[in-house]
């Protein structure tokens, strides 16, 4: 081989490398950029919400500022639970009660023990089901109980979290309300319930159903012997078990502008019934023309219109 047949050679060779490596540079540039994208994309979900009715892009900052209300069609958002709290709550006068009671699968359902190949998100067990929601939401159950004060007046107040499954209830939900009750019949507070649920949880089958009875005769000593005034908050949506008991059980039942309210969905009616029936009839408004509620209040107008009842109830009393 002759010298410049020898540079030729190395030129080549060298050529082939400096491609290679740079084939390999803008690979690992790609990965890289994509990986950055999928980041970007995960901060954009935390920053940004689209309104479910007018699909409108909303800053997440601004939406909280706003009490979840579309500032473009004023459509109310989903709220969830620790959000609610803060809007009739004085700040630093939260005291939470039962953070740590946590739910167990009594009746096995999908246990473990099932051996299944494929599992999709509904055969999943339930005990899966409710570590995947604990970790999702930070919350134990579907609902967050405590005593806190209203413009300086003491009460009681539970709220639903519709995002832990559905805001179904439960043994624990059925509890912590029951608890609640009775901590305010004895301690002669008010008590107020802002309900979202989806009725009461499939997986617990009767032990579930049995809350219904069990809330219902707390509230029985809290309002009729102990005369004690109870509010019921209804908002987006509340249906089932739910709707059946302690969200009818009112002395004054106050409901969301736009709220979805029912007890059997419109598919269920339809089917039961065998014909149509009309658009949005368990919608607030509608229900609220056949005398449903006592009220419409806006999440704004919420706190000072409680603070005028309790005043008009002749709270606190001394």
């Not at 620790?82 to 009660?97: F, G, K």
């Not at 299944?116 to 134990?140: C, N, P, R, V, W």
């Not at 301690?187 to 107020?192: A, D, K, N, Q, Y």
């Amino acid at each position: 081989m002759s010298i410049k047949e020898w540079f030729e050679d190395r030129r080549k060779i060298t050529g082939l490398i400096k491609n290679s490596v740079e084939s390999d540079s803008k690979d690992a540039n790609e990965t890289e950029k994509n990986k950055n994208l999928s980041i970007d994309y995960a901060k954009i979900n935390r920053l940004w919400a689209q309104c479910d009715n007018c699909e409108s892009l909303l800053y997440i900052r601004f939406l909280r500022e706003n009490q979840s209300v579309c500032k473009e069609c004023g459509y109310y958002l989903q709220m969830n639970s620790s959000d609610r709290i803060e809007l009739p709550i004085d700040r630093d006068t939260w005291h939470p009660m039962d953070e740590d009671m946590y739910t167990l699968d009594v009746l096995q359902f999908h246990s473990e023990n099932e051996i299944e190949e494929h599992l999709d998100s509904e055969d999943e067990s339930y005990k899966d089901h409710i570590t995947f929601y604990q970790i999702e939401t930070g919350l134990t159950d579907a609902i967050q109980t405590g005593i806190g004060q209203l413009n300086d007046i003491p009460i009681a107040l539970g709220v639903m979290d519709f995002k832990f499954m559905g805001g179904s209830m439960g043994s624990v939900v059925g509890e912590k309300i029951t608890r609640l009750i009775e901590r305010a019949t004895a301690e002669s507070l008010p008590v107020i319930m802002v309900c979202a649920s989806g009725g009461a949880r499939m997986q617990e089958g009767s032990f579930s159903l049995m809350q219904m009875a069990k809330i219902a005769s707390a509230l029985y000593i809290h309002q009729k012997d102990k005369k004690l005034l109870y509010i019921s908050i209804l908002t987006s949506p509340t249906t089932g078990g739910v709707t059946a008991s302690f969200g009818m059980l009112g002395d004054i039942i106050i409901a969301e502008p736009k709220a979805y309210i029912a007890f059997a969905g419109k598919r269920v009616i339809e089917q039961t019934l065998g014909q149509k029936v009309i658009e949005d009839f368990q919608v607030t408004e509608h229900l609220f023309g056949h005398g449903l509620f006592d009220l419409i209040v806006s999440r704004n107008l919420l706190k000072g219109v409680l603070s005028e009842l309790f005043r008009l109830y002749g709270l606190p009393r001394k």
